[in-house]
Nanobody, 126 residues
Framework: QVQLQESGPGLVKPSQTLSLSCTVS??????????WGWIRQPPGKGLEWMGV???????YYSPHLKIRTSIARDTSKNQFTLQLISVTPEDTAVYYC??????????????????WGQGTQVTVSS
């Protein structure tokens, strides 16, 4: 069973870069034929799909966030990461990492994923 755990700073200042990691257990991010994604939920709002990286390293991003988002993987640590540059208070959210067996761009339904992390709160504030 694939298990995911997000980690990273809980507080980021405006204009800085938000950096999160997702540690994967139960599968290899490079050979497990999974798609590894990031989804967030701002307070009082719905889930927002941010992007995904495939087992082969291909990346796909939300058009809305593409210019500020970068998803990468570290196969030596079996982790994948999220970087969001030039953050504003509107980027305050609970950030989730998730794993799916299919590439579904924009997927925010938890039933579309095989596994989902617990989420980590990130607040953007000075």
């Amino acid at each position: 069973q694939v298990q995911l755990q997000e980690s990273g700073p809980g507080l980021v200042k405006p204009s800085q870069t938000l950096s999160l990691s997702c540690t994967v257990s139960g599968a290899s991010i490079a050979t497990g034929f999974y798609y590894w994604g990031w989804i967030r939920q701002p307070p009082g709002k719905g889930l927002e799909w941010m992007g995904v990286i495939s087992y082969s390293g291909s990346t796909y991003y939300s058009p809305h966030l593409k210019i500020r988002t970068s998803i990468a993987r570290d196969t030596s640590k079996n982790q994948f990461t999220l970087q969001l540059i030039s953050v504003t208070p509107e980027d305050t959210a609970v950030y989730y990492c998730a794993a799916s067996k299919k590439l579904i761009l924009g997927a925010t339904d938890k039933n579309q994923y095989e596994s989902w992390g617990q989420g980590t709160q990130v607040t953007v504030s000075s």
